[in-house]
């Protein structure tokens, strides 16, 4: 039988998705595209944004009314928390737990034809073990180490659609990294819904504790994060990022808003000048650092001066690049009681300017290498070229031989088109 995959939303969804999609190659299913038939299409949703939700709700439409006689499944953070959700079409419905044990799931209601609604009390769920050894790419792999988050920012459904933080064993880590290490794979990606708080419910390992442990593991060359807050970059893991050569050149810091009266607002647990001075310890460890940052706007009560004190904020810090936006009202949260939500016009004529922002910083931030050497891992190869990132996340092209791909590669860069 054939099945295929949508999967929307961040990392630790892609992750998940592998997972399941190992499920069924395990069982002699067949992996298609999404746009092609397939007897069984698994949707994993997201639900961070309305567009999101939006999304998820168009996809679900077409392949209800495309493929009517397909087994439909609906897994993620869309299910869990939509609890209104229309589910008349849908085979199986299950939530941000359980997404291992989708084949099962499946094939139950293959053979029974009864609808399956399995969303469970997210709040009462251990962390969902689950291992790959082998991911989409050949170059890089996720690894999913942390779900759950603590921090309830007012602005944020996530806390309730992955409940609190738990994290995977330590040994399991240390485990599934050598075997995609052992298969080829060159760079781990460390991701989680809150990856630097990985632990912390233990209390006997940290990140950093992960990060020295990785290090260790032969043949591994690097390690990215995929996010971590300001407030959890502590010494340990500034000592890391001072000895541990392989953890990547970038770091992914959300400020959320450079106006600390908006930072107040949305609960953030730091204010502008906590931000700024830790970046300036992180860049003094590593000075071509790469750091890009999540960015909001038209969050409620946001006058035209904050937003303009979160433009001076972010030209002060310099990030590299800028992931912008607009606000989105998710009902539940704090947020969405507040007075003085923003119109959608204000919304988008500032989400311009910031995305105007991150072009001049991020072709700023390019130019800096610009005759000077760079190690990438070639991913792809297309008409004589390498195509690759660098440690500090540039995707870079270089003339090369399609036997290159998945090797370091040391190249000087001359031109800014080099870099895409």
């Known amino acids: 039988m054939k099945v295929a995959f949508y999967t929307l939303g961040c990392k630790v969804n892609l992750y998940e998705t592998e997972v399941m999609m190992s499920k069924f190659k395990e069982k002699g ?27 998820t709700r168009k996809t679900i439409n077409h392949i209800k009314n495309n493929y009517p006689n397909s087994t439909l499944a609906l897994v993620g953070c869309y299910s869990q928390v939509n609890k209104e959700i229309n589910i008349d079409g849908i085979d199986i419905i299950i939530g941000t737990s359980n997404k291992s044990k989708i084949v099962e799931l499946v094939e139950d209601y293959i053979k029974n034809k009864k609808q399956i609604y399995k969303i469970e009390d997210i709040y009462k769920c251990n962390f969902e073990n689950m291992s790959i050894d082998n991911f989409n790419t050949k170059t890089r792999a996720f690894v999913k180490i942390q779900d759950g988050c603590n921090n309830y920012c007012s602005y944020c459904i996530i806390p309730y659609a992955r409940g609190n ?47 020295i442990n990785l ?28 000895d541990i050569d392989i953890i990547a050149e970038h770091l992914h810091i959300p400020i959320q808003s450079g106006c600390n009266k908006t930072l107040k607002d949305m609960l953030r647990k730091y204010d502008v000048n906590y931000f700024k001075n830790k970046i300036d310890v992180i860049r003094q460890i590593r000075p071509d650092i790469s750091i890009t940052t999540d960015v909001i706007v038209g969050f409620p009560n946001e006058t035209d001066e904050d937003f303009n004190e979160t433009v001076s904020t972010i030209r002060d810090i310099n ?42 910083l991020e072709n700023n931030y390019k130019n800096k290498f610009i005759n000077k050497k760079a190690i990438i891992i070639p991913e792809t190869y297309k008409d004589g070229y390498l195509i690759g990132h660098s440690s500090n996340y540039l995707l870079i092209k270089e003339k090369g031989n399609i036997e290159e791909i998945n090797k370091l590669k040391e190249i000087m860069l001359l031109n800014i088109n080099n870099i895409l």
């Open 29 to 55: 299913y067949s992996l298609v595209e999404f746009k092609e038939y397939a007897d069984i299409y698994v949707i994993n949703s997201c639900t961070v944004t309305n567009n999101a939700d939006i999304k």
């Open 215 to 242: 290090s260790k593991i032969d043949n591994l060359k690097r390690i990215r994060l995929s996010s971590i807050e300001i407030t959890e970059i502590d010494d340990k893991f500034l000592k890391c990022l001072k």
């Open 165 to 211: 933080i738990r994290s995977k064993d330590m040994d399991d880590i240390i485990n599934e990294v050598t075997k995609l290490v052992h298969n080829g794979y060159k760079e781990i990606v460390l991701t989680g819904i809150h990856t630097g708080h990985y632990g912390k419910e233990k209390g006997i390992n940290d990140l950093s504790d992960v990060l």
């Open 319 to 360: 990030f590299s690049k800028l992931h912008v936006f607009p606000y989105s009202k998710r009902n539940g949260t704090k947020a969405a009681l507040m007075q003085n939500q923003i119109d959608s016009i204000t919304k988008r004529k500032r989400s311009k300017i910031l995305i105007d922002l991150s072009n001049e």
